[in-house]
T-cell receptor, first 115, second 116 residues
Framework: DTAVSQTPKYLVTQMGNDKSIKCEQNLGHDTMYWYKQDSKKFLKIMFSYNNKELIINETVPNRFSPKSPDKAHLNLHINSLELGDSAVYFC??????????????FGPGTRLTVL | GENVEQHPSTLSVQEGDSAVIKCTYSDSASNYFPWYKQELGKGPQLIIDIRSNVGEKKDQRIAVTLNKTAKHFSLHITETQPEDSAVYFCAARVALSNFGNEKLTFGTGTRLTIIP
């Protein structure tokens, strides 16, 4: 059983396009996250949602818009894709906010390549 | 904000030897320090964590030590095996007064290679 799943696993697209990445968790967690991992493996949080409410937005361009239709889903929509958006995007979830030290479970990642 | 530095960036050890990865953090308000292991093509997975009220924690071949005064913490892997080869990340969490804005800040990662 997959705990945190993401689709698609690979995404190749042209500059200027709009694309979405979907994330679902079946762990019953309240909090979900989006992270970006660049080519040097640096892992940085982008957004955090708790019970469908945005609680962390880390200086991410407005072209990135997360949407949480329910507690089990957190999607990421990216407008006007740029070369610098190429990275691996990870979704994660935890039982509470990371402030309570709850373990974060990561999805397998979506490798986005912008040409 | 919090800044986490991690060293070394790459580490190669003979199978059976020990591996040590070190991290320092900047914010004395940090109180939770997890370590994640990321295998090729997969997402990071928590392997051990430590809270600021504890100086050391051990789980089989893995141990973590924390020095709050010096603001550094380390991961120790003993009797290394080929399956320990992966990228390891340390992280630190600052407990803020405005609940809900706490987050993990990750180190830059260490690529560990176990030589058979």
């Amino acid at each position: 059983d997959t705990a945190v799943s993401q689709t698609p696993k690979y995404l190749v697209t042209q500059m200027g396009n709009d694309k979405s990445i979907k994330c679902e968790q079946n762990l019953g967690h309240d909090t979900m996250y989006w992270y970006k991992q660049d080519s040097k493996k640096f892992l940085k949080i982008m957004f955090s949602y708790n019970n469908k409410e945005l609680i962390i937005n880390e200086t991410v361009p407005n072209r990135f818009s997360p949407k949480s239709p329910d507690k089990a889903h957190l999607n990421l929509h990216i407008n006007s894709l740029e070369l610098g958006d190429s990275a691996v995007y990870f979704c994660a979830s935890s039982r509470g906010t990371s402030g309570r030290g709850y373990e974060q479970f990561f999805g397998p990642g979506t490798r986005l390549t912008v040409l | 904000g919090e800044n986490v530095e991690q060293h070394p960036s790459t580490l190669s050890v003979q199978e059976g030897d020990s591996a040590v990865i070190k991290c320092t953090y900047s914010d004395s308000a940090s109180n939770y320090f997890p370590w994640y292991k990321q295998e090729l093509g997969k997402g990071p997975q928590l392997i051990i964590d430590i809270r600021s009220n504890v100086g050391e924690k051990k789980d089989q071949r893995i141990a973590v030590t924390l020095n709050k005064t010096a603001k550094h913490f380390s991961l120790h892997i003993t009797e290394t095996q080929p399956e320990d080869s992966a990228v390891y990340f340390c992280a630190a969490r600052v407990a803020l007064s405005n609940f809900g804005n706490e987050k993990l800040t990750f180190g830059t990662g260490t690529r560990l290679t176990i030589i058979p």
